[in-house]
């Protein structure tokens, strides 16, 4: 086992981009993505905001959704792009614990907010005539207090650990992330303790929340299947395939990740399977469940005509 070393505290981040001309083109198709992921999730916050028609609890939960999304994909994409843009790698062992402590508060928090979003629309389908006592104010506060709450607290335990733990003289992360799993490779000690403490955390608000919105899904597609009229099946069915398409997307290689056997682990895999739930997700999730809404693009439409008329 190496030993342990205190000559520096820095950490080196080895990126995503190989330093050729493919990676200048993945440079380039990432922060074009990173820029649209800003502007659409800026976008929604401001006009669910804004627009009293929205302030309802469904476009609430959106709201916080797009600010979730907003902060996550900032907490890696920004000093990713510098490092491969200036050369400079490196980040301070303070940074490293307040990125590792943002990245995974805002993941698992999106995490339990998905779920909540998908029993709001179970609510409103299966029960519409009990939506306004089971998803009123209060509960839909709660639900966004308690997403925060709990990914702040799961984070909180593995970023202390973390910083506490000694490290080898090695302190190249393979990762473009202060990555929790890629750090404790590094560890001088022995983390197989804190890594049963990952998995365990995995499982609670990776797996656990995906089944619940798959069966809160498959009960809404019950429900939308005796309907009469085919137009509204046909569109329920396109709606609902298309949400669980980008949670599978969220979910799967996050849970992947963290629930694999570490003899299955593999760092180029991880940072591949990283890009989806990074980058990819907060991407899509404001055209996906927002920008393809009819009352999201009627308050869009009034927001502009209120613009263009000062």
Known sequence: MENCTQTSTDFILLGLFPSSRVGLVLFILIVSIFLMALAGNLSMV??????????????????????????????????????????????????????????????????????????????????????????????????????????????????????????????????????????????????????????????????FPFMVIVGSYGKILLAVYSMCSREGRKKAFSTCGTHLTVVTFYYAPFAYTYLRPKSLQSPAQDKFLAVFYTILTPTLNPVIYSLRNREVLGALGRMTRRICSL
């Open 46 to 207: 401001l006009l669910i905001v804004l627009d009293a028609h929205l302030h309802t609890p469904m476009y609430v939960l959106l709201s916080q959704l797009s600010l979730m999304d907003l902060i996550y994909i900032s907490t890696t994409v920004p000093k990713m792009a510098s490092g491969f843009l200036f050369g400079n790698k490196s980040i301070s062992f303070i940074g490293c614990g307040i990125q590792c402590f943002f990245f995974l508060t805002l993941g698992a928090s999106e995490a339990l907010l998905l779920m909540s979003m998908s029993y709001d629309r179970y609510v409103a389908i299966r029960c519409p005539l009990h939506y306004p006592i089971r998803m009123n104010r209060r509960v839909c506060a709660l639900m966004i207090l308690g997403s925060w709450a709990l990914g702040a607290v799961n984070s909180s335990v593995h970023t202390v650990y973390i910083l506490w733990i000694p490290y080898c003289r090695s302190r190249a992360i393979n990762h473009f992330f202060c990555d929790v799993s890629a750090m404790l490779t590094l560890a001088c000690i022995d983390s197989s303790s804190h890594e049963y403490t990952v998995f365990l955390s995995a499982i609670f608000f990776l797996l």
